[in-house]
């Protein structure tokens, strides 16, 4: 068992998308809101997943703590190919911020924030 967990504060789908990312990962348990709650009936309201071994405690508790590049996810790849799969998983939000930053003289987190969060 592992000691610490990372716990993340999510609105929506967040757990969904990095699930599908990893190839080793998985949904190990959802928790939904009932009758009361602040959320609606039958909405996610925590959940617990797996990502390459590693076990993360999520809660989705809506847009009033977003996820911010505060919280960032260091992942080691063995090989090109892995780096390309990841990067391509996401390749409009990946471009936009590659983009972002690319012009900047030093790397300024709102402004990555902004590209990142463009729907």
Not at 8 to 29: E, I
Not at 30 to 42: A, F, L, S
Not at 71 to 77: R, T
Not at 97 to 112: H, N, R, S, T
Request: charged fraction near 25%; include cysteine; charge should be negative.
């Amino acid at each position: 068992m592992q000691k610490i967990t990372p716990f993340l504060w999510f609105d929506n789908q967040a757990m969904n998308f990095y699930v599908s990312v990893f190839k080793n990962s998985k949904v190990v348990k959802v928790t939904r809101y009932g009758d009361v709650g602040p959320g609606p009936k039958g909405t996610v309201m925590s959940a617990t997943f797996e990502l390459e071994g590693q076990t993360f405690y999520a809660l989705n508790g809506g847009p009033v703590f977003s996820f911010t590049p505060a919280i960032s996810f260091f992942v080691s790849c063995e090989t090109q190919q892995e780096v390309d799969e990841l990067w391509e998983k996401d390749p409009e939000k990946a471009g936009r911020v590659m983009q972002a930053m690319m012009q900047m003289d030093k790397i300024e987190i709102e402004g990555l924030k902004r590209a990142y969060a463009q729907d």
